[in-house]
């Protein structure tokens, strides 16, 4: 089936340091959205991604979508405690749901 | 203020009961989810409805059942078929399609006893 595959699984980092999470396809995204979930929490909507080779920014956080629509990228400049989580990216194939990635749980060590 | 309500927040249930999970919307969106969430897994859908009176198999519907009998109001219930249902359940809705992102209740954490 479709799958979207997600990269590194943890990430442990230094508070300070940047931290980047990647998102892969075998096949073509109609469009890509990023989502949080704190821990004990659920996950929260940060941003979608359509067009290609597109790239938004968001204070710290900058998210792309490659040129042929099958990767995705969130990077977050010098990491604070407040970005601890699990981030996820989810894709659609051209129908109306959206299949999740497995996700990258950050941890920063103070 | 709008939101999704999911309840209970931990349920406990034996092995060869079924079980209802609550999940209502005040936001008026026509597209209601459900996702499961097991560690390591990410979240895997197991029914989604994009209109009342209509709803489609996810990727894991087996086990399962839902209805949709009103905008606000998409209860899922974890029959007996379903082996392993020790779980964290999500529900989620978006105005319609994909358009939007989504917006998640705060689950419901299932422990089979």
């Known amino acids: 089936g479709q799958q979207v595959m997600q990269i590194p699984q943890y990430q442990h980092v230094q508070e300070g340091e940047d931290f980047t999470t990647y998102c892969n396809s075998s096949?073509?995204?109609?469009?890509i959205q990023w989502y949080k979930q704190r821990p004990g929490g659920h996950p929260v909507f940060l941003i979608q991604?359509?067009?290609?080779?597109e790239v938004k920014k968001q204070k710290r956080l900058t998210f792309q979508f490659g040129e042929a629509k099958k990767n995705s990228s969130l990077h977050i400049t010098a990491t604070q405690t407040t970005d601890v989580g699990t981030y996820f990216c989810a894709g659609s194939f051209g129908n109306e749901k959206l299949t999740f990635g497995t996700g990258t749980r950050l941890t920063i060590i103070p | 203020d709008g939101g999704i309500t999911q309840s209970p927040k931990y349920l406990f249930r034996k092995e060869g009961q079924n079980v209802t999970l609550s999940c209502e919307q005040n936001l008026n969106h026509d597209a209601m989810y459900w996702y499961r969430q097991d560690p390591g897994q990410g979240l895997r859908l197991i029914y989604y409805?994009?209109?009342?009176?209509?709803?489609q198999k996810g990727d894991i519907a087996e086990g399962y059942s839902v209805s949709r009998e009103k905008k606000e109001s998409f209860p899922l219930t974890v029959t007996s078929a379903q082996k392993n249902p020790t779980a964290f359940y999500l529900c989620a809705s978006t105005p319609d399609g994909l358009s939007y992102g989504y917006t998640f209740g705060s689950g419901t954490r299932l422990t089979v006893v």
């Open positions: 991604l359509v067009k290609s080779g």
């Open positions: 409805s994009q209109i009342v009176n209509d709803f």
């Open positions: 096949t073509t995204l109609s469009n």
